[in-house]
């Protein structure tokens, strides 16, 4: 009897071991996160900063332990800044099984693209701000930034109670992002009397602005509005110097990124912006960042760089909290979460997300000075983080 | 009427631009039967040569500029006509548009991936600030460059009417059979086109790139312009080139203004439209007559 059953033991054990291997396999084999970003076109800038700080932090993620005991395998692709491109390679982040993607950053390719990783249940980060993204009912949609329509009321309230301007000329670049924020801003404008006295639009990658100075000029706005790109927004504020535009430049974000001064160089002194990230902020965590970012590229990050680290940081936030790698319920999680810095200094600040998918945190008011940003207003959250 | 001429002498310096790299377009027509459709890159190739030179060399601009057309030549006038334009000029025009295209695709995937894909700023060579002239401001760079893309342009017409060289380049644009007959040697001026092609790309190159920035796409835009400003003008002169440039600088600017910028950058087509259906020599080039 005894034999017997020792050959039944040896017949179960080699029946499950495998099973039991390709079980334990499964528990170590890294965590597929696919960046779809754009690593080259108009967008070029923003991607590689996205890119670069999802980088980052999958680089000390790993190196502290992994998430849950796995590493992360990030692999990123470039999606050219157009949206069909985006939208093909969102189908191979799915046949890869990829438990989360991270962007794209443009509205107007993650719009295109986030209907690919909703039908395959994969949560996706964007770094893109356009409104409309997060008002589509996809619940695997989460933003890395704050949408326009947080972040143009508290913009419109500066230019009424500090510029103190009556009316307003707006640049804005004519793709989904541009079109969101300009409806977004005129809403808001409007609901605080400010009056819109030049719409300008603008086309993406364009290269020439003096028309449209021109036409900021020619309407005696108070102050102009700029709400372009990276490198339209550089452009846009080198024609503004050279046509001798004297009056408050104003945007949201793109206008006071670190890649907009380098390149517009003196002509980005002066500009003021609304930006819900900034490597100049004061919290010690963002400053650590700042050192790392610049240790490892060997330059200063922009906005975009610290969306793609702290969105890294929240897949690692929630996926420990929900004690395992499912997508579906990372999904569930991350709805009406809040991650606080103290925990999890990666995030940067203390961040909370709504049902929609859209974050709420502290943001900041800068200006450039001597071609830096220099924060001169904290701003709360619309909701206090609880 | 300020603001009228504000636009009119800003798309004049724009349009300059475009002349430098359009002359480029009819010279080397001209000389040799080359549709050069790379010309684009070959503004943005010297743009990155010079910021290699200012950023990584640690040279000044005026030094930069100088090794940078040293370069240019070798690399964008000698090295491009020996490998690309002999071997198959004689084989037709089409082959080497096919080719031009295809090295115009090439070099920017290159730099793309060789050096950068974002944008690089460029320091403009004119000073900031207006000009003052009573109610009139017009920016020192528009001015420069101005001046710059002028004395450029008018030395080239007193060096191709005035010195023998020049007039023999002439004559083999005119005849390359009978330039031949007159003892010229045709093969070395044809050369010297490529080069002075080079140098204009790099002076555009240094009057473009503080605007557009550098990046390895930046020549698709002024390379397209500037071969529909050769087209406006007179594909077969190299003054049509200039009346093309600026023409389409003006109108993009007051289109730009006066309807909405959005149409600014389909005036040069629509304009290229109209005269390839009424005036398809071009508004200042000869007709053409061949045996078929």
Redesign the interface.
């Known amino acids: 009897m005894k034999k017997i059953n020792l050959i039944m033991a040896g017949v179960l054990g080699l029946a499950l071991g495998p099973i039991t291997a390709t079980a334990c396999f499964a528990q170590q084999a890294p965590i597929p996160i696919v960046g779809l970003v754009e ?3 108009t967008g ?2 923003a991607g ?1 900063n996205f890119d670069n700080g999802v980088r980052l932090a999958v680089k000390e993620i790993n190196a502290s332990g992994g998430i849950l005991g796995r590493q992360i395998q990030y692999t990123s692709m470039d999606t050219q800044s157009a949206p069909q491109t985006a939208k093909a390679l969102a189908q191979k982040a799915i046949d890869e099984k990829a438990y989360v993607v991270m962007g794209p950053v443009f509205s107007g390719s993650f719009i295109v693209s986030m209907a690919e990783t909703k039908r395959a249940e994969i949560p996706n980060f964007t770094g893109g701000e356009a409104a409309n993204i997060t008002q589509q009912g996809n619940p695997y949609v989460f933003r890395t930034s704050f949408t326009q329509s947080t972040a143009m009321p508290k913009l419109a309230r500066y230019i009424k109670d500090t510029v103190k301007a009556k009316t307003i000329a707006i640049v804005w670049v ?1 793709n989904d992002f541009g079109k969101g924020g300009r409806d977004s801003m005129a809403k808001a404008l409007e609901a605080q009397g400010i009056k819109v006295a030049a719409d ?4 993406p990658g ?3 602005f ?3 100075v ?2 900021v000029k ?1 309407s005696n706005a108070d102050a102009v509005f700029v709400y372009t790109n ?2 339209e927004s ?2 846009a504020l ?2 503004l ?4 535009y004297d009056k408050p430049i104003i945007g949201e974000t793109t206008l006071t990124g670190q ?1 907009v001064i ?6 980005a002194n002066g500009a003021v912006a609304h930006v819900g990230l900034t490597v100049d902020a004061p919290q010690p965590q963002i400053k650590a960042f700042d050192q790392k970012f610049q240790a490892e590229y060997k330059y200063k990050s922009d906005h975009n760089g610290m969306k793609g680290y702290s969105g890294m940081y929240v897949v690692k936030a929630i996926t420990e909290k929900i004690r395992k790698v499912d997508s579906k319920e990372f999904a569930k999680a991350l709805h009406g979460a809040t991650i606080r810095a103290k925990d999890y200094p990666g995030v940067l600040l203390d961040v909370s997300f709504d049902a929609n998918g859209d974050l709420d945190r502290e943001s900041f008011l800068v200006k450039v000075e001597g071609g830096k940003q220099v924060v001169t207003a904290t701003l709360p959250p619309i909701s206090p983080i609880k | 009427m300020v ?1 009228l001429l ?2 009119i002498i ?2 004049t310096a ?1 349009g300059a631009i475009y002349a430098l790299c359009a002359l480029g377009f009819t010279l080397l027509w001209q000389a040799s039967g080359t549709i050069n459709f790379a010309q684009g890159e070959f503004v943005m190739v010297p743009a990155f040569l010079m910021l290699f030179f200012i950023n990584t060399a640690g040279l000044p601009l005026w030094l930069a500029f100088l090794l940078t057309c040293l370069v240019a030549m070798v690399l964008l006038g000698y090295t491009f006509k020996r490998a690309m334009v002999d071997p198959l000029i004689r084989h037709g025009v089409i082959p080497l548009v096919i080719a031009t295209l295809g090295l115009s695709i090439g070099v920017k995937q290159l730099v ?1 991936a060789g050096v950068t ?5 460029f ?1 403009s060579i004119f000073p ?3 000009l003052s002239l009573g109610p009139l ?1 017009v ?1 020192y ?2 001015v420069g460059t101005l001046v710059l893309a002028g004395v450029i342009v008018v030395g080239l017409q007193m060096f191709l009417n005035r010195t023998v060289t020049g007039r023999a380049m002439q004559a083999v644009a005119q005849n390359t059979d009978s330039a031949r007959v007159l003892g010229i040697n045709v093969a070395r001026m044809v050369l010297y086109t490529f080069l002075i092609n080079a140098v204009l790309s790099v002076v555009a190159a240094l009057l473009v790139t ?4 550098a ?4 020549g698709e ?1 002024i390379g397209l312009k500037a071969f529909y400003a050769a087209i406006i003008g007179g594909f077969n002169q190299t003054r049509g080139a200039l009346l093309g440039g600026v023409l389409v600088g003006v109108l ?2 007051l ?3 006066y309807i ?3 149409y ?2 389909g005036v040069a087509l629509m304009l290229f439209l109209v005269v390839i259906i009424f005036k398809p020599e071009g508004l200042l080039g000869k007709t053409e007559e061949r045996k078929v």
């Open positions: 690593l080259s076109g070029a800038t590689t004519n300008v639009s603008t086309d364009q290269v020439d003096s028309a449209a021109l036409k020619q990276e490198e550089a452009r080198r024609e110097k050279k046509q001798g890649k380098e390149l517009a160089g003196e002509a | 603001d504000q636009l800003s798309g724009t793309k894909a974002q944008a690089q700023p320091n900031d600030g207006l401001k920016s760079m528009d503080p605007t557009y920035l990046k390895f796409d930046m835009s993009e600017n289109t730009g203004a909405s910028p959005a600014k950058e």
